[in-house]
């Protein structure tokens, strides 16, 4: 029988040295590869909350009371989890858009311009190279775990980080990942005045099992849902928040880009 908790766990929780250590003791029989039961309510243990609330709440809070509905969930004893790649491609509706994304701000062409400068000085619908010299320095390829990549270094350097922790947490997830893209001059789809955020190799576009998600239709894949914690965790704001929703679509946010300004 899993032990009582006596005070909240996770966002916003009390966050007592023990009830950490039980709720990271559960998690880790859950599958969420955490790292060790070491009473400190981190990003990963923080990231395996939000993953976990996110299969059954429409509304998750990153929070896990004493005898609240998440933890009723998380210490029942179940059986073992079944693997999660047949339904990573399943589609789900779109969370609640109060519950993703939380204190991250999207980025405009504005602030690309000014903190960046402008990849090029023309643009279309097609993907064209980088021409502005400063940027065009500043772009890298390398392997970020599971595929390729190429863009802007500190994005590159970033992205790799969380995919790291996407395997850490979870793994069956990580190994279903593919990109349709990272760095790519072009207009937004469907535009002809706004410039893509993956014109400054800020920006990715993840598949499953080597499916895209469909754009604009409210409906996201499940495995896109279960990895948008750990993305936000780091800072990288995910599209199913856009006007037209893009859940395939993950990308620096204001504050992330912010913090690169010096070291380009």
């Known amino acids: 029988m899993t032990t009582p908790l006596t005070a909240p766990v996770g966002r916003g929780g009390t966050n007592r040295l023990h ?45 896990i009371d004493p005898n609240g509905a998440t933890w009723r969930r998380l210490s029942d004893e179940p059986e073992p989890m079944p693997p999660v790649d047949a339904s990573l491609t399943r589609l789900v509706p779109t969370p609640d858009k109060s519950t993703i994304n939380k204190g991250l701000t999207p980025v405009n062409n504005t602030l690309m311009t000014s903190l960046l400068g402008k990849p090029r000085e023309t643009f279309s619908s097609d993907c064209q190279p980088v021409t502005e010299p400063r ?7 390398a392997n970020v775990g599971p595929f390729p990549v190429t863009g802007l270094r500190p994005a ?17 997830v990580y190994q279903a990942l593919g990109s349709a893209g990272m760095l790519c001059c072009r207009y937004v789809r469907g535009s002809h005045s706004s410039i893509s955020n993956h014109s400054w190799g800020t920006a990715i576009d993840l598949t499953l099992n080597g499916k895209l998600d469909v754009r604009g239709n409210d409906m996201v894949q499940h495995g896109l849902c279960l990895i948008a914690p750990v993305f936000n965790t780091h800072g990288w704001y995910w599209g199913a928040s856009f006007r037209t929703e893009d859940a395939m679509h993950f990308e620096a946010s204001r504050s992330l880009v912010e913090s690169w300004r010096d070291s380009l």
Not at 27 to 55: E, N, P, V, W
Not at 135 to 141: A, D, G, I
């Open 19 to 63: 009830d950490i250590i039980v709720v990271q003791r559960v998690l880790l029989r859950r599958g969420f590869r955490i790292g060790t039961a070491d009473g400190k309510c981190g990003r990963r243990t923080q990231a395996a909350i939000d993953t976990f609330q996110r299969g059954f709440m429409q509304a998750p809070d990153g929070r």
């Open 135 to 141: 940027l065009k320095r500043s772009m890298q390829r």
């Open 156 to 172: 590159v350097e970033s992205l790799a980080t969380v995919l790291a922790d996407v395997r850490s947490l979870l793994p069956d």
